[in-house]
């Protein structure tokens, strides 16, 4: 989860040396397209593995392997335990993000293939947007509610072409709607904790307690690991120590050396490369008129990401001297 903070705390000169700028680096943009190709990669890994692991179990196994490797990280650097005001914004993330978001996920890819979740999913930046003008009183524009429509649009457009007159690819985008709404959320409820506690303190905590919320699928986990392959038993594995441990860590870093905004832009490539992949290992691609909505949806996130500049404001500094923190959307 990419995280910008700003307090009280000294700046030490090799932090400074890594300010954001407007540009990345080669270090940077090889981190982000480590991110990005993990993120869509997780897309094609639940849908194959879902075939074998239901969706509460994959979610467990997912979040136990996560767990493992962000917990050996904080041990590593030794960063304690956040403090106790991060931890209702820990447990919110925990409970909606890791929790309900991947069952909810894992679900909707049981009825719709990868590409069309994807498409859908790529609408939580501007839900992220409406939750924070309302909840934090963060900036509420007009472009920012004509992205939000734009972007339902698209996901009823991509709702249409599943339906086929049946009811199941309705509830799959459903799902991934109620996917998006979740980490949306999450997303808001995180940036308070982020005021007090590390982004590594928060991903690990939060990833411990999504295990936790899970739990009550252990014993669907156990029955059917047993009973699948060992190649899908290691797809799940995958998800979590690379879409979720790996792809976490990668993002922080490149944000550290670049501003949020571009960074932000890179996530609509997700939705492409989740469509190749389906492809090509799955042999899947969304139907003709889910690639309309999927521009829609994307379109949306475009316009509500414009910012426009008041009649007479005074312009305001790209490097503030103290701001709060800044997040992206991770999958």
């Known amino acids: 989860m990419p995280v910008s903070l700003r307090g009280k705390t000294p700046v030490r000169a090799s932090a400074r040396a890594h300010a ?11 981190a982000v397209s480590v991110t990005v190709v993990a993120w ?10 879902g075939r074998y692991f239901d969706p509460g179990a994959l979610a467990l196994g997912r979040l136990l392997a ?8 904080w041990l590593a650097r030794g960063e304690g335990w956040p403090p106790r005001a991060a931890w209702p914004g820990i ?8 929790g309900v978001y991947m069952v909810a996920l894992n679900w909707g890819e049981r009825h719709v293939d990868a590409g069309t979740a994807a498409m859908v999913i790529n609408i939580g930046p501007v839900v992220i947007a409406v939750l924070g003008g309302w909840l934090l009183r963060e900036s509420f524009s007009r472009r920012l509610l004509a992205g939000l429509a734009v972007s339902f649009a698209g996901a009823a457009v991509v709702g249409v072409s599943e339906s086929g007159g049946a009811g199941a690819s309705l509830l799959g985008v459903g799902l991934c709607l109620l996917a998006a709404v979740s980490y949306a959320t999450a997303v808001v409820g995180q940036k308070p904790a982020l005021r007090h506690a590390s982004a590594l ?36 594995v995958y998800l979590g120590v690379v879409p979720t441990a790996l792809a976490f860590t990668t993002w922080a870093y490149a944000l550290n ?21 389906s492809w090509a290992f799955l042999g899947e691609t969304p139907r003709p008129l889910a690639y309309l909505g999927g521009v829609l949806c994307l379109a949306g996130v475009a316009v509500s990401r414009r910012r426009r500049q008041p009649a007479g404001a005074e312009p305001v500094a790209a490097e503030p001297a103290a701001e709060e923190p800044t997040l992206e959307i991770s999958r």
Not at 20 to 30: E, K
Not at 40 to 49: E, G, H, K, L, N
Not at 66 to 73: D, F, I, K, P, Q
């Open 40 to 49: 869509a990669s997780a897309f094609v890994a639940i849908r194959d593995a």
């Open 257 to 277: 050396r670049t501003t949020a905004g571009r960074m932000g832009v890179t996530t609509y490539i997700v939705p492409v490369l989740v469509v190749l992949m």
């Open 201 to 236: 303190q928060v991903t690990t905590f939060g990833c411990f307690a999504g295990t936790v919320a899970t739990l009550p699928f252990a014993a669907q986990l156990v029955s059917q690991t047993a009973s699948a392959p060992v190649s899908t038993t290691l797809m799940v």
């Open 20 to 30: 954001p700028t407007s540009g990345l680096d080669r270090r940077a943009l090889a």
């Open 91 to 98: 447990a919110g993330t925990g409970v909606l993000w890791f």
């Open 66 to 73: 996560g767990s493992v490797v962000l917990g050996a990280v």
